[in-house]
């Protein structure tokens, strides 16, 4: 099985990160598929943003969940990327004209708003898109997990990082197989860090039942060694020139 190519935010190497502009350039380059990040506005409409305020992509300063769609449309969120100069903070509705037949949708659920869950949920229902093309993320266990049983038929990634203590990574590969049985979940979406997972690591966890997908890896030296090590899935800025100059697995 070859690893599949996600494009993290769109392909925001070259477009603005989340907008339509990104996700339209990752459906035109066919990637495996499209990495987003929800939030609910104040007026209970799903966006898809990284941050939880404008501050860092756009040309005014407001707070996601404290403004209302129509304020968020007044932003402009282009950010550096002076060939698409008017973007908007889209809603996540608007985003599935490009995800197209068969490509997958990461959605990350961010932190900390269990209401995210059925809203969610309903913009999922209305697309009519297959419940096979999406996938749920969230560091958040609680979204995670409330995701699972909401939508027991939605494949759910658990977002983690790594932490050392006493010189010892966690979690080792026992205590990731754990945490996803707990929460129900179909695998993980872990940070590249060579320094926890080798192939051991992922055949361990994949072993278990587990998909294997890791984020955000940029570097064509780094992506080669995990599609060694047998990943399931690399989300990458540069989806595409990385698929492109890499040997299927």
């Known amino acids: 099985m070859n690893v599949k190519w996600i494009s993290h935010r769109g392909e925001s190497a070259d477009a603005p990160e989340n907008t339509l502009a990104a996700f339209k350039l990752s459906l035109e380059r066919k990637t495996d598929g499209m990495e987003c990040d929800v939030h609910l506005t104040k007026d209970h409409v799903v966006v898809t943003a990284h941050d939880y305020n404008t501050a860092r992509m756009g040309d005014l300063v407001k707070r996601i969940d404290q403004s209302t769609f129509a304020e968020l449309a007044e932003v402009n969120v282009s950010g550096s990327k002076i060939n698409f100069p008017k973007e908007r903070i889209p809603t996540f509705a608007s985003t599935f004209q490009f995800l197209g037949k068969d490509r997958e949708y990461y959605v990350e659920l961010k932190s900390g708003c269990p209401?995210?869950?059925p809203a969610v949920q309903k913009v999922?229902?209305?697309s009519g898109v297959p419940c096979r093309q999406i996938v749920i993320i969230s560091f958040d266990k609680e979204l995670l997990a409330l995701s699972k049983k909401s939508m027991p038929e939605v494949r759910t990634l658990w977002l983690?990082?790594?932490s050392r203590e006493n010189g010892k990574a966690h979690p080792d590969a026992d205590e990731l197989i754990a945490t996803l049985r707990e929460l129900d979940a179909d695998g993980?979406?872990?940070f590249c860090d060579e320094d926890v997972i080798?192939?051991?690591?992922v055949r361990k966890v994949r072993g278990a039942g587990f998909l294997f997908a890791v984020w955000t890896v940029n570097h064509p030296g780094q992506a080669r060694r995990f599609i060694e090590m047998g990943v399931d899935s690399i989300t990458s800025d540069?989806?595409?020139?990385?698929?492109d100059i890499l040997p299927p697995r």
Do not use: H
């Open 115 to 117: 209401a995210l869950v």
């Open 124 to 126: 999922l229902a209305e």
């Open 160 to 162: 983690t990082g790594f």
């Open 188 to 190: 993980v979406d872990a």
């Open 198 to 201: 080798d192939a051991e690591y």
């Open 238 to 243: 540069c989806a595409a020139a990385l698929r």
